[in-house]
């Protein structure tokens, strides 16, 4: 299992405020590794939606944000919009996994409506 | 701008052998800096990093799968590929390669793979 808990679902109206939480530990997140988060739309490969905490890539609208906070991180969507409805899901690095020195950890995602 | 495009059987047996390719074009998997990964998605699911290796080719694997997994580079193809043993029902899902630096920047469209006899 993920050693990065997301709420499985979240929902919000058409343009409203909608924020997802990713919870860590001092082994990830609360470690100062990096946290990027990534939207799936049904039926396609994830998509980069922010990386290093809080950079969008190119292209991304500047509806979502991200953050980071001791051992959390979260992303923010403000003025929800229909299109948004997807799967979203963290990720991090884990010092604590295998023996070698750590290992790459996806959130266990969060399913986002729009109402 | 990167692109992906996995290849490779979509029905495997259970206890033999999955094995992937990633074609990458748009750039060079030897270009220092990225790395190069394979992830899956069981359906219904989420997202599992099976491993992943360096421009380098140094390999990292995740412990649940280590035993089993091998991912190689093919630098005069500019692909990468990954081979799974010993599969299970539990191995069937959407595998999906990917590059970036430490994050998936550039994905393929992902692969179904059905282990099934």
């Known amino acids: 299992q993920s050693v990065l808990t997301q709420p499985p679902s979240v929902s919000g109206a058409p343009g409203q405020r909608v924020t997802i939480s990713c919870t860590g530990s001092s082994s990830n997140i609360g470690a100062g590794y990096n946290v990027h988060w990534y939207q799936q739309l049904p039926g396609t490969a994830p998509k980069l939606l922010i990386y290093v905490n809080n950079n969008r890539p190119s292209g991304v609208p500047d509806r979502f944000s991200g953050s980071k906070s001791g051992t959390s991180a979260s992303l923010a969507i403000t003025g929800l919009q229909a299109e948004d409805e997807a799967d979203y899901y963290c990720?991090?690095?884990?010092?604590?996994?295998?023996?070698?020195?750590?290992?790459?950890?996806f959130g266990t995602g969060t399913k986002v409506t729009v109402l | 701008q990167l692109q992906l495009q996995e290849s490779g059987s979509g029905l495997v047996k259970p206890s033999q052998t999955l094995s992937l390719t990633c074609a990458v074009s748009g750039g060079s998997i030897s270009s220092g800096g990225y790395s190069w990964y394979w992830i899956r998605q069981p359906p219904g699911k989420g997202l599992e990093w099976i491993g992943y290796i360096y421009h380098s080719g140094s390999t990292y694997y995740n412990p649940s799968l280590k035993s089993r997994v091998t991912i190689s580079l093919d630098r005069s193809k500019n692909q990468f590929s990954l081979k799974l043993s010993s599969v299970t029902a539990a191995d069937t899902a959407v595998y999906y390669c990917?590059?970036?630096?430490?994050?998936?920047?550039?994905w393929g469209q992902g692969t179904l793979v059905n282990v099934s006899s």
């Open positions: 990720q991090s690095y884990d010092s604590s996994l295998g023996g070698s020195g750590g290992f790459y950890v």
């Open positions: 990917a590059g970036g630096e430490g994050r998936g920047d550039y």
